[in-house]
């Protein structure tokens, strides 16, 4: 841990020797100088806010990042300000104490990816599509451009199941995962909910005529024989799609809509795409 002290004129009075071996500064030339003069003008401005802050009275904690050495990437740092109040009540310095979390941060977001990712596909998961759906309809109100809502299925799935078993109902799960995700752009996101049940959200949509085109373009990608262990395997999909444009419509009455269009699909003689246009 580093631990430094600053005076009123965010000069260093004190520094620890971790100081130097965390940030390449030498404490007998960094002592008495400016946090300007030792870590540089973007340092400090990332800094200035929160002394003041300090200054003030508050105890403040935030976090910062640098570069690291060779290829280890970036190091993030959280940094906790404490206020050294005199006896007159009066802040005449600040206690900086500094912790390293790069494991930490890492971690973290290893489990936000893993709390996010549907662990058989590796796309996203239910929980991570009800956030975007949310934000996606907020998006859309805002700027005015219709997105879209597909929701597919695999056409006879169970009976997939039944017949080769789990493991080729898994790989099968995979692979219509994989397709879905390189049929649609880089900003669409793909999910499963549950089973074999997929949604994509489609934002900034131009037309009706648009979504109709990429639910073709699925179609046709899943079309093409699945290669299994047990050989070649016809699949294919029913896709429902809601169109949304604005309005009051929740998140889960959009779902409903999608999902009402998937049955139509299936009414249709499955293999093909429906369109519902929200009210």
Not at 256 to 268: F, I, P, V
């Amino acid at each position: 841990m580093v631990i430094v002290y600053i005076d009123r004129g965010h000069r260093y009075q004190f520094i620890n020797a971790t100081f130097e071996k965390w940030f390449g500064r030498s404490r007998e030339e960094s002592m008495m100088q400016s946090i300007r003069d030792v870590l540089g003008e973007e340092a400090y401005q990332l800094r200035e806010a929160y002394l003041q802050r300090a200054f003030a009275g508050e105890e403040v904690e935030y976090e910062f990042t640098v570069d690291a050495e060779g290829a280890a990437g970036r190091r993030a740092f959280q940094t906790s300000y404490v206020p050294d109040v005199g006896e007159s009540g009066t802040v005449e310095g600040v206690y900086g104490l500094i912790h390293e979390i790069t494991k930490t941060k890492a971690e973290h977001t290893a489990l936000q990816f893993a709390a996010a990712t549907d662990t058989l596909t590796g796309i996203a998961n239910r929980r991570r599509f009800d956030e975007q759906m949310a934000q996606s309809m907020q998006r859309t109100r805002a700027a005015r451009a219709p997105m879209a809502l597909a929701y597919l299925d695999i056409d006879r799935f169970k009976a997939i199941n039944d017949s080769l078993g789990h493991h080729a109902g898994d790989e099968v799960l995979k692979e219509f995962a994989a397709r879905l995700a390189r049929s649609v752009r880089a900003s669409d996101l793909v999910a499963r909910l549950a089973g074999d049940e997929f949604v994509i959200i489609l934002e900034g949509v131009n037309s009706a005529a648009e979504v109709r085109q990429i639910g073709a373009k699925i179609i046709d990608a899943v079309r093409q024989p699945f290669e299994l262990a047990s050989g070649p395997l016809p699949v294919t999909t029913s896709i429902g799609i809601a169109i949304f444009r604005e309005g009051a419509l929740t998140p889960a009455q959009l779902l409903d809509l999608a999902d009402q269009a998937l049955y139509a699909a299936k009414g249709q003689g499955r293999d093909g795409v429906a369109l519902l246009e929200a009210a």
